[in-house]
């Protein structure tokens, strides 16, 4: 199983690669949200665990962009934003999984698991389509001729 890490922090870095790779999972390693969206667009991975907080680009911009892309694999939050409201805008923007630092290397390797046991899955898409006419329904949005209707 191969697994992308995107964390600034060089302490988490080394602490949560060399757990998971002493854990048997193959991992990868960006430093900053460019490097990260890059990696994760140039390779298949089983999960990425994703901090929001990075440099150049932040952890929810490349959450949304995956995602808009229709980028399907697993994505686990690893944050020090520890509100109800940044937890819930994580998962809305697309995210598996939430856990806040600090936290117990045990926790984040279950969460780490169950996410890999549910497999690929096909990312279902949440617009219909006719000819240049989009309707998003989770998103609430329609588009024609790439023009956002209000």
């Known amino acids: 199983m191969r697994l992308l890490l995107i964390e600034d922090s060089k302490r988490l870095q080394q602490s949560v690669g060399t757990g998971l790779r002493r854990s048997g999972y193959a991992v990868d390693i960006a430093g ?3 490097e990260g969206l890059w990696m994760a667009e140039s390779r298949d991975y089983d999960a990425i665990i994703l901090d929001l907080m990075l440099p150049k680009l932040d952890g929810l911009t490349l959450l949304r ?14 944050t ?5 409201e940044d937890r819930v805008t994580g998962l809305q923007a697309g995210a598996d999984d939430y856990l806040v630092k600090p936290f117990a290397f045990s926790e984040f390797l279950a969460r780490v698991r169950t996410l890999l046991r549910r497999g690929k899955g096909v990312m279902e898409s ?11 329904l989770l998103r609430r949005r329609v588009v024609r001729g790439g023009q956002r209707i209000e």
């Open 80 to 84: 020090a934003r520890d509100a109800v």
């Open 126 to 136: 949440t617009a219909l389509r006719a000819a240049d006419l989009e309707l998003d």
């Open 32 to 34: 900053d949200g460019e």
């Open 65 to 78: 962009t995956l995602r808009a892309r229709g980028r399907a694999g697993h994505v686990l939050i690893l």
